[in-house]
């Protein structure tokens, strides 16, 4: 028995164009990479803010019809009526969670509006989103180095030319990480959100090894700035995701280790 002409051409062509989806393997993986490293940072401040409205409204709304289940709830309760108080606290319970959730997607949206604001300032002070990049890079190289110092002259023994030497680029660097935290902080939006969200920035950039000098009993505050310098480097990276979307994985894999060390 013999196939169709017809049928076998039909099948040809449904061969060519499985191996045409086949092809398209590469741009549907990068379709879900680009779409798991998305972030509301990604949105413009104007969809930033109109999802904060939208939040909002959408909280209020909740409450007042939360409110009116509680009038509900002791209504019931007054009059002995069982079935309908549960029903009623079930209500409460399911709409006070609906609240919470919507209260955490808040905070996230102010906080990714805060965030896409400064970045804006800046890069209208810094001529574009190119100045505020080289920034960046040169917040995290600085970042790398102190580090490096830091873990340097805990592990290996040193001389004291070499310490010095090592102390007086340290200062230098700090001064500048420290110019650079005062200058975020003026173009931020929130001067609290701020400092709340990035005062180990602050403390990480004062030079630890000037503490060492005015005395024994401030050793202990310069051995705590050398742990926030190290722990500073993961905001460090997350400052640097703005630009370099490849480091999401390694960002996550360290901010990973310091939570099982902590």
């Known amino acids: 028995m013999t196939v169709p002409e017809t049928i076998q051409y039909d099948a040809s062509k449904e061969h060519a164009r499985a191996k045409e989806l086949s092809s398209h393997r590469r741009r549907v993986a990068e379709i879900k990479q680009k779409a798991h490293h998305w972030r509301l940072t990604d949105c413009t401040v104007q969809t930033l803010a109109q999802m904060r409205h939208a939040r909002i409204e959408e909280m209020e709304t909740l409450e007042k019809v939360l409110y009116r289940a509680d009038k509900q709830f002791f209504n019931y309760m007054h009059k002995a009526l069982p079935l309908q108080?549960?029903?009623?606290l079930e209500q409460i319970d399911r709409l006070a969670i609906e609240w919470e959730t919507l209260n955490v997607h808040l905070q996230e949206v102010d906080e990714a509006l805060m965030e896409r604001q400064l970045r804006q300032r800046m890069e209208r002070y810094l001529g574009g989103p190119r100045g505020v990049s080289i920034l960046d890079f040169l917040v995290f190289a600085s970042?790398?180095?102190?580090?490096?110092?830091?873990?340097?002259?805990?592990?290996?023994?040193?001389?004291?030319?070499t310490i010095s030497r090592l102390n007086r680029i340290d200062t230098v660097i700090s001064i500048f990480l420290l110019s650079d935290f005062f200058f975020r902080l003026s173009l931020s939006p929130?001067?609290?959100?701020?400092?709340?969200?990035?005062?180990i920035d602050f403390f990480a950039s004062i030079?630890?090894?000037e503490f060492a000098r005015l005395g024994e009993q401030l050793v202990p505050i310069a051995r705590l700035a050398r742990l926030l310098r190290?722990?500073?480097?993961?905001?460090?990276?997350?400052v640097l995701m703005f630009t370099f979307r490849g480091l999401g994985k390694l960002l996550e894999t360290f901010q990973l280790g310091l939570l099982k060390r902590a």
């Open 85 to 88: 108080t549960e029903k009623s």
């Open 143 to 161: 970042i790398i180095v102190v580090v490096a110092f830091t873990i340097v002259s805990i592990v290996v023994p040193l001389d004291e030319v």
């Open 190 to 199: 929130d001067k609290s959100w701020y400092i709340r969200n990035y005062w």
């Open 207 to 209: 030079p630890f090894h």
């Open 230 to 238: 190290i722990l500073r480097l993961g905001r460090a990276l997350r």
